[in-house]
Nanobody, 125 residues
Framework: QVQFVESGGGLVRPGGSLKLSCETSGFSFKGYAMNWYRQVPGKEREIVATITSTEHSTKYVDSVKGRFTISRDNAKNTVYLQMNTLNSEDTAVYYC??????????????????WGRGAQVTVSS
């Protein structure tokens, strides 16, 4: 059974930092790209960052580029998201999932239909 367990969220002031973790199980972690997503109420879930399976190449959406860093530990089946210089627009629930590259799209497609509970990140003064 594929599982994702996100942690590390919380309340932070603008300009602050948080590091999210996502522990995974039930699939061959090192064989997949990994994606971080976020969702705010009333909007669709959007991808924010991705990391490839072996080369650990990364890509970010423009709104987080230069502030967020995705990383992974294949030995621990865990992916991370270091978030710096947070602002109110980063407030969201953050999720991870595995990704499958597709030649017609910029970011890997979501690999599994199951999702974790997410990590709530609230940026507020």
């Amino acid at each position: 059974q594929v599982q994702f367990v996100e942690s590390g969220g919380g309340l932070v002031r603008p300009g602050g930092s948080l590091k999210l973790s996502c522990e995974t199980s039930g699939f061959s972690f090192k064989g997949y790209a990994m994606n971080w997503y976020r969702q705010v109420p009333g909007k669709e879930r959007e991808i924010v960052a991705t990391i490839t399976s072996t080369e650990h190449s990364t890509k970010y959406v423009d709104s987080v580029k230069g502030r967020f860093t995705i990383s992974r530990d294949n030995a621990k089946n865990t992916v991370y998201l270091q978030m710096n210089t947070l602002n109110s627009e980063d407030t969201a629930v953050y999720y991870c999932n595995a990704g499958v590259p597709h030649p017609d799209v910029e970011y890997p497609l979501t690999a599994f239909p199951s999702w974790g509970r997410g990590a709530q990140v609230t940026v507020s003064s």
